[in-house]
């Protein structure tokens, strides 16, 4: 049974300057929040989030954030999980990734099932990251390139947070 929605619709573009290997977080700039009503409250996080990065093509990561904090549990059936890929060497663990395509970026589709045993607010927000070798600016709603052209789009991202009943 679903308790509450909340959703954010972000039509804006955000920026950040991310270095070679770190994680720059969208807490400020894209996040939803939600307060469940029972500590027993499932959060589901669904919605979508159009991602660039600056340059060639460069692989894009994201995890989920909740609290400002890399999310580390996910329900999984009846008990939780890593919400990110098993560990493999040196590559990166993360929830999602694609290719981004100089000049358009990619749609990423958001989709999540937390248990935040809490009904204080959470806010559910993302961390993205890049695959060169040096700092890129990476963006939200933005293609990559500024040309005011027909060939480009300027497009929205959603988050929505759903309580639902737990079990």
């Known amino acids: 049974r679903v308790l509450q929605v ?4 972000k039509t804006d573009i955000s920026s950040f300057s991310t270095g070679s290997g770190s994680f720059s977080n969208t807490d400020s700039a894209f996040a939803v929040t939600i307060a ?7 959060i589901y996080l669904n919605g979508f989030v159009n991602v660039a990065v600056s340059g060639q093509v460069s692989q894009v990561n994201i995890n989920y954030r909740r ?3 890399d999310l580390t549990t996910a329900v999984d059936g009846g008990s939780t ?22 000049p358009a970026g990619n749609c990423f589709t958001l989709a999540l099932l ?7 607010a959470q806010t559910y927000s993302l961390s993205l ?3 060169s070798g040096s700092s ?11 040309q005011n052209s027909t060939s480009f789009q300027r497009s929205c991202s959603v988050f929505i947070a759903m309580e639902i009943a737990g079990w």
Not at 6 to 9: A, L, M, N, W
Not at 36 to 41: G, I, N, V, Y
């Open 114 to 120: 937390d248990k935040p045993n809490s009904t204080s």
């Open 136 to 146: 890129r600016s990476m963006y939200i709603n933005e293609v990559n390139g500024t």
């Open 6 to 9: 909340v959703q954010t619709v």
């Open 129 to 131: 990251s890049h695959g």
């Open 67 to 69: 609290g400002g904090a």
């Open 81 to 102: 999980t890593s919400p990110i890929g098993d560990a493999n060497g040196v590559r990166k663990r993360v929830a999602a990734s694609g290719n981004n395509t100089d």
């Open 36 to 42: 469940p009503s029972s500590t027993s409250s499932l």
